[in-house]
């Protein structure tokens, strides 16, 4: 059975700085994956997506993941953090019919 | 187009009462999905339909949970009676499907507390 590990409960940046979260998922077959942002009170809006091709992913909002298949994952990663990125982040991990998400990563955003 | 559309945005009830949540999918949209989300938890599954059709209800907690799709434009997720540990976010999520695998769209949310 597929699944999403996040191991970062909450990450906390200084305004400016680069981001990384993780995400490593278990899928029995190609996995396509999938990175959501949560602001607050809000729904979650679609970052970017991997299905196939290219393993490095332009997202919206100057966020890219790249796919590393031998290391079983997906890292999202923005140069420059700016204050409004402070967000849930989930990753999620399968297909229309059977989508897990991870756990969800906090990130604040330091002035 | 709008987005996916939910209501209420917020419903407070007392332990007991039925509690019926609204979704508007976004027209074209032929999958329709509802989720909970909890801090125990996190995003869970509960139903989706495909073409008005519920295809798997697997993560439907309990009976007291049930989930129409009447038409394509209009779904509802209720619960009878209620419960204090019902107490959660519900989104509802549609998407279009191109060779099975696509972009679900969320809608805002139900935030709902059971008292």
């Known amino acids: 059975a597929q699944s999403v590990t996040q191991p970062d409960i909450h990450i906390t940046v200084s305004e400016g700085a680069s981001l990384e979260l993780r995400c490593n998922y278990s899928?029995?077959?190609?996995?396509?994956l999938f990175w959501y942002v949560q602001s607050p009170g809000q729904g979650l809006q679609l970052l970017l997506k991997?299905?196939?091709?290219?393993?490095l992913v332009q997202g919206i909002k100057g966020f890219e993941a790249e796919f590393k298949r031998s290391q079983s994952s997906f890292n999202l990663r923005k140069p420059s953090v700016h204050w409004s990125d402070a967000a849930e982040y989930f990753c999620?991990?399968?297909?229309?019919?059977?989508?897990?998400f991870g756990a969800g990563t906090r990130l604040t955003v330091k002035p | 187009d709008a987005g996916v559309i939910q209501s209420p945005r917020h419903e407070v009830t007392e332990m007991g009462q039925e509690v019926t949540l609204r979704c508007k999918p976004i027209?074209?949209?032929?999958?329709l999905f509802w989720y909970r989300q909890t801090m125990m938890r996190g995003l869970e599954l509960l139903i989706y339909?495909?073409?008005?059709?519920?295809?798997?209800d697997s993560g439907m907690p309990e009976d007291r949970f049930s989930a129409k799709m009447p038409n394509a434009s209009f779904s509802t997720l209720k619960i009878q009676p209620s419960e204090p540990r019902d107490s959660a976010v519900y989104f509802c999520?549609?998407?279009?499907?191109?060779?099975?695998?696509?972009?679900?769209?969320f809608g805002p949310g139900t935030r709902l507390t059971v008292l």
């Open positions: 339909f495909n073409n008005n059709v519920p295809i798997d």
């Open positions: 999520a549609s998407s279009y499907s191109t060779g099975g695998i696509d972009t679900q769209y």
């Open positions: 899928y029995g077959a190609t996995p396509y």
């Open positions: 999620a991990v399968g297909g229309l019919n059977d989508m897990r």
């Open positions: 991997y299905f196939s091709g290219d393993t």
């Open positions: 027209s074209g949209h032929d999958y």
